[in-house]
C-alpha cells in the first residue's frame, strides 16, 4: 500500500493502514506458513519490499519506513529458520520503479502521461520503466534451488536505483529519489488544482 505524503501531513490513521498492510501482512503470513512449510522439510519465502525501503522517500514517509521494516523483518526471520535448522530460506526483493498496471491506469487518470512517465523513467539509471516479468524472474530464482545457498538477502530489480548516489562534490548533482517523488507529487496535484478550475487567486489556501 503506497500513500505519497510526507510524515508531517500523514495522519494517525493513514501510518497505520499502511504498516498494517505493508509489515502486519508480512509478519502474519510468516506467521502461518513457517509452522506448515517445516513439516514437509522447507521451502522459500520472498518477501516484497520496496527501493524505498533501501534509500527512503521524504515524499512517501510511511511507505518507506514500512518497507524499511519489510526489509529488516526478512532478515530476522531468516536468522531464526537458521537457527531452527528448518531448511526455510527467507528473503526480500526490493523493485524499483515497475510498469504494473497499477501505475498505466494512474497515468491515464491523470492524463499527462507525457509528464509523469519521464519522471518515473529517470528514477532509474537504465533510463525505463521495468515490467513485471522482471520481478517474477527475480522470485522464480530466489524460490528455486539455484538460490539454496541464499538466505536473508536483498535482491534490488531497480534498473540501478538503489546504486545512485548524490555528486556532493559537484554543483550539478543527480536528483535523489525523494526530490524525484516530490516533483512528481507537485505535478499531480498541480494537474488535480487544473481539473477542479481553481482560480489562481484561491490556490494557496487549497493547499492548506
Same mark, same amino acid.
Given at each position: 500500500?503506497?500513500?505519497?505524503?510526507p510524515?508531517m501531513?500523514?495522519s494517525t490513521?493513514?501510518?497505520?493502514?499502511?504498516?498494517?498492510?505493508?509489515?502486519d501482512?508480512?509478519f502474519?503470513g510468516?506467521?502461518?506458513?513457517i509452522p506448515e512449510?517445516?513439516?514437509?522439510g522447507g521451502g522459500?519465502?520472498?518477501?516484497?519490499?520496496?527501493?524505498?525501503?533501501?534509500?527512503?522517500? /521524504?515524499a512517501a514517509?510511511? @511507505?518507506?519506513? !514500512?518497507?524499511?521494516?519489510?526489509?529488516?523483518?526478512?532478515?530476522?526471520? =531468516? $536468522?531464526? #529458520?537458521?537457527?531452527?535448522?528448518?531448511?526455510?530460506?527467507?528473503?526480500?526483493?526490493?523493485?524499483?520503479?515497475i510498469l504494473?498496471p497499477?501505475l498505466e491506469?494512474?497515468m491515464?487518470?491523470?492524463?499527462?502521461?507525457d509528464?509523469?512517465?519521464?519522471?518515473?523513467?529517470?528514477?532509474a539509471?537504465?533510463?525505463y520503466l521495468?515490467e513485471p516479468?522482471?520481478? /517474477?524472474?527475480?522470485v522464480l @530464482?530466489l524460490? !528455486?534451488d539455484q538460490?539454496?545457498?541464499?538466505?536473508?538477502?536483498?535482491? =534490488? $530489480?531497480? #534498473?540501478?536505483?538503489t546504486?545512485q548516489?548524490?555528486?556532493?562534490?559537484?554543483?550539478?548533482?543527480?536528483?535523489?529519489?525523494?526530490?524525484?517523488l516530490?516533483a512528481?507529487?507537485?505535478?499531480?496535484?498541480?494537474?488535480?488544482?487544473a481539473?477542479?478550475n481553481?482560480p489562481?487567486t484561491?490556490?494557496?489556501?487549497?493547499?492548506?
Amino acid at each position: 500500500m503506497f500513500i505519497a505524503k510526507p510524515l508531517m501531513e500523514t495522519s494517525t490513521e493513514e501510518f497505520r493502514k499502511q504498516n498494517a498492510v505493508n509489515v502486519d501482512g508480512v509478519f502474519f503470513g510468516m506467521k502461518a506458513v513457517i509452522p506448515e512449510m517445516e513439516k514437509p522439510g522447507g521451502g522459500a519465502i520472498v518477501n516484497i519490499a520496496s527501493g524505498a525501503g533501501i534509500v527512503g522517500f /521524504a515524499a512517501a514517509g510511511a @511507505y518507506s519506513s !514500512s518497507k524499511r521494516a519489510v526489509r529488516l523483518i526478512t532478515r530476522a526471520m =531468516a $536468522l531464526e #529458520g537458521a537457527q531452527r535448522n528448518n531448511n526455510i530460506r527467507i528473503n526480500s526483493i526490493h523493485p524499483g520503479p515497475i510498469l504494473t498496471p497499477m501505475l498505466e491506469q494512474g497515468m491515464d487518470d491523470l492524463g499527462r502521461q507525457d509528464q509523469i512517465r519521464p519522471l518515473f523513467e529517470s528514477m532509474a539509471p537504465v533510463g525505463y520503466l521495468g515490467e513485471p516479468r522482471d520481478i /517474477a524472474q527475480g522470485v522464480l @530464482y530466489l524460490a !528455486s534451488d539455484q538460490s539454496k545457498y541464499v538466505t536473508g538477502a536483498e535482491l =534490488a $530489480l531497480d #534498473g540501478g536505483f538503489t546504486a545512485q548516489q548524490p555528486l556532493s562534490n559537484q554543483h550539478l548533482c543527480w536528483p535523489r529519489p525523494d526530490q524525484l517523488l516530490q516533483a512528481i507529487a507537485k505535478i499531480i496535484r498541480n494537474i488535480y488544482i487544473a481539473t477542479l478550475n481553481i482560480p489562481f487567486t484561491d490556490r494557496a489556501n487549497f493547499y492548506g
